[in-house]
DNA sequence: TAACATTCCGCGC
DNA sequence: GCGCGGAATGTTA
């Protein structure tokens, strides 16, 4: 497994490269502690370095909005074969819209999964490229985000989606929050 | 078996 | 109509 970081303007995400292809994503961490493993010293592969062109492209791309053209082959072995499926799905949202836990659930043909779509989500292991983000509670509230629900609004927010502000139960009051 | 990044239904105000 | 409690439901470690 080789591990690569990634500059941005948000900080440094760092990659995680199989011999399949992107294996997983990390958001930047608080501290400056990230010198500490970065251990693997041996160069990765000339399969690896285009892959990682690809994943920095694609995730800066994200970053600011918009939904990249093209992805670096994701590895997503780790998964069972419900979350692979559920990735799939997400994978299909375009920049700026979004789907419900529920809505996801009935996209592989098992509405009433919708909890198991939660978890599914936060198993990725790709967030961002993989737009976890995009899913919203049935009435558009923000359900929950592994890496920390302020990414969730950050990101949402630059794609323009509106949703609604705090946590469970706000379904029957339509404000939205811009 | 217990734990979830959910949803829906029903009741009291 | 609004707000809250609680049960149902599928997948995972």
């Known amino acids: 497994m080789v591990r690569l970081p990634i500059e941005t303007k948000d900080g440094e995400f760092?990659?995680?490269y199989s011999e399949l292809g992107l294996a997983g994503l990390e958001f930047p961490k608080e501290?400056?502690?990230?010198?500490?493993?970065?251990?693997?010293?041996?160069?990765p592969s000339a399969e690896v370095r285009r892959w990682?062109?690809?994943?920095?492209?694609?995730?800066k791309q994200v970053l600011a909005g918009h939904t990249p053209e093209t992805l670096p082959p994701l590895d997503l072995s780790s998964g069972?074969?419900?979350q692979q499926r559920v990735w799939?799905?997400?994978?299909?949202?375009?920049?700026?819209k979004t789907m419900s836990y529920m809505e996801v659930a009935a996209?592989?043909?098992q509405s009433k999964a919708t909890r198991a779509v939660g978890s599914a989500c936060g198993a990725n292991p790709i967030p961002v490229l993989i737009p976890c983000h995009r899913v919203l509670a049935a009435n558009q509230g923000l359900g929950g985000?592994?890496?920390g629900l302020d990414w969730k609004r950050k990101l949402l927010a630059r794609e323009?989606?509106?949703?609604?502000?705090?946590?469970t139960r706000q379904r029957t009051l339509g404000l939205a929050i811009v």
């Open 14 to 16: 760092v990659a995680y």
């Open 31 to 43: 501290k400056g502690e990230s010198d500490r493993f970065s251990s693997d010293k041996s160069t």
């Open 52 to 59: 990682h062109a690809l994943t920095t492209k694609a995730l």
């Open 80 to 82: 069972t074969e419900f």
């Open 88 to 96: 799939k799905v997400l994978c299909g949202i375009g920049s700026g």
């Open 107 to 109: 996209a592989i043909g």
């Open 145 to 147: 985000f592994s890496g």
């Open 160 to 167: 323009g989606v509106e949703y609604i502000g705090s946590s």
